[in-house]
Structures are given as structure tokens and as C-alpha cells.
């Protein structure tokens, strides 16, 4: 059984910087596909950023040149460094992994971005 965990949200001020984290635990043998979605209220999920596995990456046009994602070297945990904020970044931030053709997903983490 795998389990997915993000950590790090809260509140930024519009150009601040935040990072979240996501850690995948359980029978995981190598490096496995992540990525983050996001949702804010009364929106559909939206696509932020994935990466396959050591180097191929991903960004949404909408958060491209603010938002990276990089992970541990050899490991199945996973950052998304947000930088210059926006209000409209404001939502829940989903996490998952892709094992085969099963995806996993947290239970998500807020990011509020308010003055």
C-alpha cells in the first residue's frame, strides 16, 4: 500500500515565496512519476507541474517561470517551490504518485495567497 503526504502550505502575501512537499511512502521499489494539482473553490483540478522521474519535468503555462518542481536525488519525495505568489494561486494543492496505472493522491494542503 502506498500513501501520499503534503506539508507546507499556508498563507503568503502576494509575491512571497512558498514551498509544499510531498512524500510517498510504502512498496516503492524506484523512482515512480509525481506531480501536483491543484483546486480552488468552485473550480475543476487543475494540472500544476509533474515530473516522470529524474529529470523530465512539466510546468502549467499559468505558473511557468513562477513554479518549479524538483524532488530528492533517488527518492519519491517531491517539492513544488512557488515563487511570486498570486492571489489566484490560491487553492488546495494535491500531490500524487503513479505506480503503473494506479495513481495515488493526498489529502492535499492549502495555500492561501492574501494580503
Known amino acids: 500500500q502506498v500513501t501520499v503526504v503534503e506539508s507546507g502550505g499556508g498563507l503568503a502575501q502576494p509575491g512571497g515565496d512558498l514551498r509544499v512537499s510531498c512524500a510517498a511512502s510504502?512498496?516503492?521499489?524506484?523512482?515512480?512519476?509525481m506531480g501536483w494539482y491543484r483546486q480552488a473553490p468552485g473550480k475543476e483540478r487543475e494540472f500544476v507541474a509533474s515530473?516522470?522521474?529524474?529529470?523530465?519535468?512539466n510546468i502549467a503555462d499559468s505558473v511557468k517561470g513562477r513554479f518549479t518542481i524538483f524532488r530528492n536525488l533517488g527518492k519519491n519525495t517531491m517539492y513544488l517551490q512557488m515563487k511570486s505568489l498570486k492571489p489566484e494561486d490560491t487553492a488546495k494543492y494535491y500531490c500524487?504518485?503513479?505506480?503503473?496505472?494506479?495513481?495515488?493522491w493526498g489529502q492535499g494542503t492549502q495555500v492561501t495567497v492574501s494580503s
Open positions: 515530473t516522470t522521474g529524474e529529470y523530465e519535468i
Open positions: 500524487y504518485i503513479d505506480i503503473i496505472t494506479e495513481r495515488t
Open positions: 510504502g512498496s516503492l521499489s524506484r523512482l515512480y512519476p
